[in-house]
């Protein structure tokens, strides 16, 4: 059973930068596919990056503001976020890919103002 959890969201202004934290219960090492997703208030869950077998790909509106990485030794997930503009707004989710199964954090909450 794998738990994801989230943190670092908060209320930023337009231009600024957050940095969110996956915290994954038990070793991450033999997860190949972990991601970072979003949800906007009134909107669809969006991808926002995801690694798998050792590259990492990002939502086209990401536009090399947004940087995913990932510490096996330190089992977490981390999404670093600048230049945030409003319409980033949004729950952000950690997912994590293994088995044909998917899990998922509850999320944390990103507010830009503009």
């Known amino acids: 059973q794998v738990q994801l959890v989230e943190s670092g969201g908060g209320l930023v202004q337009a231009g600024g930068s957050l940095r969110l934290s996956c915290a994954v219960s038990?070793?991450?090492?033999?997860?190949?596919?972990m991601g970072w997703y979003r949800q906007a208030p009134g909107k669809q869950r969006e991808l926002v990056a995801f690694?798998?077998?050792?590259?990492?790909r990002y939502g086209n509106f990401v536009k090399g503001r947004f940087t995913m990485s990932r510490d096996n030794a330190k089992n977490t997930v981390t999404l670093q976020m600048n230049s945030l503009k409003p319409e980033d707004t949004g729950d952000y989710y950690c997912?994590?890919?293994?088995?044909?199964?998917?899990?998922w954090g509850k999320g944390t909450l990103v507010t830009v103002s503009s």
């Open positions: 997912a994590a890919f293994e088995g044909g199964v998917d899990y």
């Open positions: 038990g070793s991450i090492f033999s997860i190949n596919t």
């Open positions: 690694t798998s077998g050792g590259s990492t």
